[in-house]
């Protein structure tokens, strides 16, 4: 999919809120994503790192941490909306984070972007867009996260 490609602060409030702005690619999830996850975090659970003893567990197999999936915002949100025109953009938070589905190893999921609101900031904007992280093929969202993004000139 191509992003939605804005420049500078005016191109970004011209942008209308409350509408889709578009889906990511698909991503897949794999052991080796999780495992890698697990060192960088310490959580080792054996939900997520050891699929044989997963496989009795009840998911039928290792799933992906919630806070793997939100740590695809980086990846996936400038594949959505891609912002020309700032000298700089930072990660302020995140208003609300939902994980209601589990992601299997081995799924794809992908973002869909919704931006909620642009407000002003001091020296710049912040961007409000709520991010449903789908899985392929389920029928319940991975993850649905308020992010905010601020952009300054």
């Keep these: 999919m191509s992003a939605t490609t804005v420049n500078g ?18 991503v897949e999830i794999t052991q080796e994503s999780v495992n890698q996850f697990a060192d960088a975090t310490g959580d080792h659970q ?7 003893r997963a496989k009795n567990g009840p998911f039928g197999g290792p799933i992906a941490h919630g806070y793997l999936t939100l740590s695809l915002v980086p990846l996936l949100l400038p594949q959505v909306l891609e912002l020309s025109g700032f000298s700089m953009g930072v990660n302020y938070g995140c208003d609300r984070v939902r994980f209601p589905a589990p992601v299997p190893v081995g799924s794809k999921v992908r973002a869909g972007v919704v931006l909620d609101s642009v407000t002003d900031v001091a020296g710049g904007i ?11 093929g389920g029928t319940k969202p991975a993850c649905i996260a308020t992010i905010l993004v601020r952009q300054y000139p």
């Design 9 to 26: 602060v005016d191109g970004v409030k011209a942008l209308s809120t409350g509408e889709l702005l578009g889906y990511s690619d698909w």
């Design 46 to 52: 054996w939900l997520h790192v050891d699929p044989e």
């Design 126 to 136: 912040q961007l409000t867009v709520t991010m449903t992280f789908e899985i392929e």
